[in-house]
């Protein structure tokens, strides 16, 4: 059995930088891992270089395709959202032209839906559990609430669809 990580890359630090300034996250990579998990294993494989700030990669396989998730923009925003692509191999490729706004501001009641974590639950469906902001205004408003929606999977990425997330409890 072969394991992965995904890794991202970016310039001397992106703490604190801008989303898109010179040091922003912007290459995505897939690293194989040994048996126990514990170590780096193989050459790693690009999986995305965008010209944004991007973070947080899931690969989910489903309906026979790898679903590439990400983060995208700065997580303290209203802009922050969440991305998927698709390809047909786990390597890839998962190309910026096939990728797909999943969650945003504008396609849902959150400020910053992103940082998605996918879980599949026992009856098959997939659940995102993000965070974000009740939109005041087209603005965050703290504190920020932890979200869970189911995935109703299309053949491709561009069909792949969330219900409306319902907020949990406070998370920050």
Same mark, same amino acid.
């Given at each position: ?31 194989? #891992? /040994?048996?126990?998990?514990? =170590? +780096?294993? @193989? ?6 270089? !965008? ?47 096939r990728a797909h706004?999943? #969650? /945003?501001?504008?396609?849902? =009641? +959150?400020? @910053? ?6 879980? !599949? ?52």
């Amino acid at each position: 059995m072969v394991a992965f990580s995904c890794a991202h890359e970016t310039g001397p630090s992106a703490v604190g930088g801008p989303a898109n300034g010179p040091n922003a996250i912007r290459r995505i990579y897939l690293r194989g #891992l /040994t048996a126990d998990g514990l =170590s +780096i294993s @193989g050459d790693r494989t690009l999986l995305g270089e !965008r010209d944004f700030k991007h973070e947080n990669p899931q690969i989910i396989y489903q309906k026979g395709k790898y679903f590439l998730f990400m983060s995208r923009d700065e997580y303290r925003s209203a802009e922050y959202a969440t991305t998927v692509n698709w390809a047909d191999r786990v390597t890839g490729p998962y190309p910026a032209s096939r990728a797909h706004n999943l #969650l /945003t501001k504008e396609n849902t =009641s +959150i400020a @910053g839906p992103a940082s998605a974590e996918l879980v !599949r639950l026992a009856d098959g469906r997939t659940v995102a559990f993000c965070h974000g902001w009740r939109q005041n205004g087209g603005e965050c408003d703290a504190p920020r609430y932890r979200y869970a929606a189911t995935i109703t999977w299309g053949a491709e990425g561009d069909d792949t669809r969330l219900e409306e997330p319902h907020p949990g409890e406070v998370h920050c």
